[in-house]
Antibody
Framework: EVQLVQSGAEVKKPGESLRISCEGSGYSFNSYWIGWVRQMPGKGLEWMGI????????RYSPSFQGQVTISADKSINTAYLQWNSLKASDTAMYYC????????????WGQGTTVTVSS | DIQMTQSPSSLSASVGDRVTISCRAS??????LAWFQQKPGKAPKSLIY???SLQSGVPSKFSGSGSGTDFTLTISSLQPEDFATYYCQQYNSYPFTFGGGTKVEIK
């Protein structure tokens, strides 16, 4: 079974750093893009960026460029989303999702990781 | 960035109704358009890719159409499990962008 399993909920203070993870299983992790999507409380979906673990090709939305870092460790089939200095406005649910190459959209989603940033 | 505009933002419908949701791109995206369903407290679920192709396991009551800038998601006969929020997304060019969502509620 193809799965993306995300790390657990996080509660952090403003200014702290954080890395959340997304582990893929049941497929060739290197051969599919992994994207990250933010959903702020009560709001819609926002595309943050995407990485191809096979060669670490990474693209960011301008809205998130410089605010987060997307990376992947293909040796352990895991993608990451990282912040160096969290803000209260980073409070949200974060989803990872797999995207096949070609004319294919994101097809398998992780369960989501809740990040709460509060003093 | 390509802007994706969905309409309506919400609708009320009855079980058995045929429902149509529209999505318009601010510039042509060929058929690089996906639809997702999200229920409260759950991760999104992929329904359609390439504007009209059903993801594996998605029932045929869902259908998509369109090309260029105008797209449609149709649910042929609304069932209780279909009450949710639906999002379109373009993946023609970076950054991939989502529409604002359409909430389908019970009348």
């Amino acid at each position: 079974e193809v799965q993306l399993v995300q790390s657990g909920a996080e509660v952090k203070k403003p200014g702290e750093s954080l890395r959340i993870s997304c582990e893929g299983s049941g497929y060739s992790f290197n051969s599919y893009w992994i994207g990250w999507v933010r959903q702020m409380p009560g709001k819609g979906l926002e595309w943050m960026g995407i990485i191809y673990p096979g060669d670490s090709d990474t693209r960011y939305s301008p809205s998130f460029q410089g605010q987060v870092t997307i990376s992947a460790d293909k040796s352990i089939n895991t993608a990451y989303l990282q912040w160096n200095s969290l803000k209260a406005s980073d409070t949200a649910m974060y989803y990872c999702a797999r995207r096949p190459t070609g004319n294919n959209a994101m097809d398998v989603w992780g369960q989501g990781t809740t990040v709460t940033v509060s003093s | 960035d390509i802007q994706m505009t969905q309409s309506p933002s919400s609708l009320s419908a009855s079980v058995g109704d045929r429902v149509t949701i529209s999505c318009r791109a601010s510039q042509g995206i060929s058929n690089y358009l996906a639809w997702f369903q999200q229920k409260p407290g759950k991760a999104p679920k992929s329904l359609i890719y390439a504007a009209s192709s059903l993801q594996s396991g998605v029932p045929s009551k869902f259908s998509g159409s369109g090309s260029g800038t105008d797209f449609t998601l149709t649910i042929s006969s609304l069932q209780p499990e279909d009450f949710a929020t639906y999002y379109c997304q373009q993946y023609n060019s970076y950054p991939f962008t989502f529409g604002g969502g359409t909430k389908v509620e019970i009348k």
